[in-house]
């Protein structure tokens, strides 16, 4: 089965395609020659998810999903949350993003945050179905690792010893927000198939 990814993000491709493996054939928005920006205009993390899914969907009426991810700090109210990937401003960098949290975050001992991500996947003009993964852990005081992106070198999860920076991508894809919620869907289509 071929599905298309709503992304233009060559690391969350390649993150999904190893945690779902070869059972179904990722396409990319590159893939199916979609070069537009896709709107991101919700509020919350779901309603982006699904937002992009049916922008793709209604263009051309296959199975697609996409996904929103926010980081959520507790003692920044949950920022920078739906904002994650533009914290610092419209073309901001992720280093940009990472700084100005460590900086809204100086002083402030409590470091706890989770990552949030939701998959959106629409197989049909109304059915939608919602896969949510959350990992909890702190935010540490420097950039520690070289691997992944984004907030990666900044967030350690609760009961490891290491940013998921610091992860290999094997380890990382098992505990992941991202991961757990990319299980969800692979089971999800395993069934519709079974």
């Known amino acids: 089965m071929e599905l298309i990814f709503a992304t233009n993000n060559a690391h969350k491709l390649q993150e999904i395609q190893e945690i779902i493996?070869?059972?179904f054939k990722i396409l990319s928005l590159k893939d199916i020659g979609f070069n537009e920006e896709i709107p991101e205009t919700q509020p919350t993390i779901e309603g982006n998810a699904k937002q992009k899914a049916q922008y793709i969907f209604d263009r051309y009426e296959k199975p697609v999903f996409a996904d929103d991810t926010g980081l959520e700090v507790d003692a920044l109210n949950g920022e920078p949350g739906v904002y994650s990937a533009r914290y610092a401003g419209e073309n901001c960098t992720f280093e940009d993003n990472v700084n100005l949290l460590l900086k809204n975050l100086d002083g402030h001992s409590?470091?706890?945050s989770q990552f949030k991500t939701v998959i959106a996947l629409q197989l049909s003009e109304t059915k939608v179905e919602l896969f949510e993964g959350i990992i909890k852990g702190d935010i540490t005081e420097n950039c520690l690792g070289e691997k992944g992106f984004g907030y990666d070198p900044i967030f350690k999860p609760y009961g490891s010893q290491q940013t998921f920076a610091e992860m290999?991508?094997?380890?990382?894809?098992?505990?992941?927000?991202?991961?757990l919620a990319t299980q969800k869907l692979v089971s999800f289509l395993k069934n519709l198939h079974d």
């Open 110 to 112: 409590n470091r706890h």
């Open 168 to 179: 290999g991508s094997e380890e990382k894809n098992r505990i992941s927000h991202r991961g």
């Open 21 to 23: 493996g070869d059972k």
